[in-house]
């Protein structure tokens, strides 16, 4: 969709309008109220209304940002760290071992990236569930016979690191990790 204007300038306006309707609406209760006596005090009320919500959600937005930051910057991070590079080096053995094209990968960088693979599993700081979820990936990597069965072992370790970080963010089952 091609606009006129740019989206945040639009975005402004619209906020600036919602302001505007927020504040003749506290005009016209006013003047409900107490007549033409009514319409100033009711306009500024409006527009108080209008700002003091608007404060407040700049305020929770505000306060989810922090909290976002901190549960990204808490916690082991070398754990999460090793984590991440369990699930990168098992996915590129399985990509390894079953290739998009037939005779796509050598011999020896398949046997590469499985010691890779390997070596970043056995890491010291790893949670054991992620030790467990990577086991079995590799072992159904090494069994090289069914592309599927490694596939939804590597989803499974996927699950398993995702779950060990505090910010997850989850793939879709549409989207590959």
């Known amino acids: 969709m091609k606009f006129l204007f ?8 619209m ?7 927020v504040a003749a609406l506290g005009a016209a209760a006013g003047f409900l109220v107490g007549s033409w006596w009514g319409t100033a005090p009711g306009f500024v009320v409006g527009g108080c209304l209008f700002l003091g919500s608007v404060r407040t959600t700049l305020t929770l937005c505000g306060a989810h940002a922090r909290e976002v930051l901190h549960s990204t910057t808490e916690g ?6 090793a984590a991440q590079m ?3 080096t098992a996915t590129l053995y399985e990509a ?13 960088e398949r046997r ?3 010691i890779a693979a390997y070596h970043f599993a056995a890491h010291d700081s790893l949670p054991r569930s992620v030790r ?8 159904a990597i090494d069994e090289g016979l069914d592309a599927k069965h490694a596939r939804a072992e590597i989803w499974a ?6 779950e060990c970080r505090l910010d997850r963010v989850h793939l879709h089952d549409d989207q590959t990790p």
């Open 132 to 139: 467990v979820a990577a086991a079995a990936a590799l072992e």
């Open 76 to 81: 082991n991070t070398e754990e999460k760290a």
């Open 6 to 13: 740019p989206p945040g300038s639009l975005l402004y306006a």
């Open 15 to 21: 906020v600036g309008l919602v302001g505007v309707c």
């Open 96 to 108: 390894a071992v079953f290739p998009l094209t037939p005779g796509g990968v050598s011999a020896e």
């Open 157 to 162: 370790l996927n699950w398993t690191v995702l």
């Open 86 to 88: 369990v699930l990168r």
């Open 112 to 114: 590469t990236r499985r």
